[in-house]
């Protein structure tokens, strides 16, 4: 029945360590977003694929970068996390991204520690 | 500016009442949607209910309706017979539709809902 899934759950990594998250879909979907939320604030936007093509905000750090191999994964990788790197990560999906009625399906994120 | 305003960091309401979360946007794209999701303490965002700009009736899914007051610029989430497990977060978001950006979901600061037994 999971729809979004993404791996770990939970993720400890060393400062300056590289590590990588994924997420899967069996939606099917054209859009995939990766969303970083810190403790007790709202989700905020990292990138986002149509398809194949990037799409990155433009307060994104540098550190952070995607992959989109096929359309069920997507990986967000975090070349030297920092302490501020730590939060939770959350993937989401749409089937399209025009329309103000598309609805995005969220993965049950991944906890990141930074250490 | 901010775009979704929350007023309501943590609200608390009795088992089997009805509560209302607030929720006031700000754009100026004709055509947007709106959102509430639900963020309980595992972290998964649950999508609860949709109201879009042109739509004329309130949104309804079972328990969750929206009281979407256009003129106003607001789309409070009303949650009837309250249970305990709808103690969560809940995120109020607005997608803008006819302009560029549109693929971008602008969360609020959440309130967090605590219901009592």
């Known amino acids: 029945d999971a729809m979004v899934i993404q791996n770990p759950r939970y993720q400890v990594t060393q400062f300056g360590k590289p590590v990588t998250l994924s997420c899967s879909q069996t939606l099917n979907h054209n859009v995939m977003y990766w969303y970083q939320q810190k403790s007790s604030q709202a989700p905020k936007l990292l990138f986002h694929y149509y398809d194949k093509d990037f799409n990155n905000e433009a307060d994104t750090p540098d550190n952070f970068q995607s992959r989109r191999p096929n359309t069920s994964f997507c990986f967000l990788d975090i070349r030297s996390p920092g302490l501020g790197d730590a939060a939770m990560y959350l993937c989401a999906t749409s089937r399209d991204r025009a329309g103000e009625d598309n609805e995005q399906f969220f993965g049950p994120g991944t906890r990141l520690t930074v250490l | 500016a901010q775009k979704i305003t929350q007023t309501q960091p943590g609200m608390f309401v009795q088992e089997k009442e009805a509560v209302t979360l607030d929720c006031t946007y700000d754009t100026s794209d004709p055509s947007y949607g709106l959102f509430w999701y639900k963020q309980p303490s595992s972290g998964e965002m649950i999508f609860l209910i949709y109201?879009?700009?042109?739509?004329?009736q309130n949104a309804t899914e079972g328990r969750y309706s929206l009281n979407f007051q256009k003129a106003r610029k607001s789309a409070n989430l009303v949650i009837s017979a309250s249970q305990l497990g709808d103690s969560a977060m809940y995120f109020c978001a607005m997608r803008e539709g006819s302009q560029g950006g549109s693929e971008k979901l602008v969360f609020g600061k959440g309130t967090k809902l605590t219901v009592n037994p």
């Open positions: 109201q879009g700009s042109y739509d004329q």
